[in-house]
């Protein structure tokens, strides 16, 4: 158990709709980091949060979107969804020392999204 | 923009033999290079890790050598064994912030 907790574990839905993903990261880890994995596809960066505020930006789309709330639990929020969005969605954590100091990151188990 | 590329794609050794996955990265900031280890249906953990400031790690049958001029990095497995079989990834830390731009993947198969 890595201590990174994500909420559901499964989704189905449907094109054009929109679904929130829940992630609470390891406690005492300021930052969360969000990855798409599509089948058999790498890890694509998202987005990162340190503590509440958007750090690093990557290949997301507009349709897409986070935020980091005071707990510092975070949340992804896919909107108008596309056949295309069905992937697992993995969030992680970290201590993430400031300055640029990356240390381990910490996986959940991920949310399987399904577009039909 | 950052980039990082990993070959192979996927590689198939015998058990006991020796595996070698390698990556380089575009960012000369890099400064962290960690491999993490996939099983089927699993989350990716973390099983080394190095930073610029060494040129080689070792952890039992794994280790990771660093090569900053050429802007590459490599994992090695030796004694392969069934249970190692999995998708491995490395990473590089990104220009001034701790985020990680993950490798495509490689999928190790080790057979009996």
């Known amino acids: 158990d890595s201590g990174v907790t994500q909420t559901p574990k499964h989704l189905i839905t449907a094109t054009g709709q929109r679904v929130t993903l829940r992630c609470s990261p390891r406690?005492?880890?300021?930052?969360v980091y969000w990855y798409q994995q599509s089948l058999d596809q790498g890890l694509q960066f998202l987005i990162q949060y340190y503590n509440g505020e958007e750090r690093a930006k990557g290949n997301i789309l507009e349709r897409f979107s986070a935020q980091q709330f005071p707990d510092l639990h975070s949340e992804l929020n896919l909107s108008s969804l596309e056949l295309g969005d069905s992937a697992l969605y993995f969030c992680a954590s970290s201590v993430a020392i400031a300055g640029g100091n990356t240390g381990e990151l910490f996986f959940g188990e991920g949310s399987r999204l399904t577009v039909l | 923009g950052e980039n990082v590329e990993q070959h192979p794609s996927t590689l198939s050794v015998q058990e006991g033999d020796s595996a070698v996955i390698k990556c380089t990265y575009s960012d000369s900031a890099s400064n962290y290079f960690p491999w993490y280890k996939q099983e089927l249906g699993k989350r990716p953990q973390l099983i080394i890790d190095i930073r610029s400031n060494v040129g080689e790690k070792k952890d039992q049958r794994i280790a990771v050598t660093l090569n900053k001029t050429a802007k590459h990095f490599s994992l090695h497995i030796t004694e392969t064994q069934p249970e190692d079989s999995a998708v491995y990834f490395c990473?590089?830390?990104?220009?001034?912030?701790?985020?990680?731009?993950f490798g495509t993947g490689t999928r190790l198969q080790v057979f009996p």
């Open positions: 990473a590089a830390s990104g220009r001034l912030t701790d985020k990680l731009i």
């Open positions: 406690s005492g880890d300021l930052s």
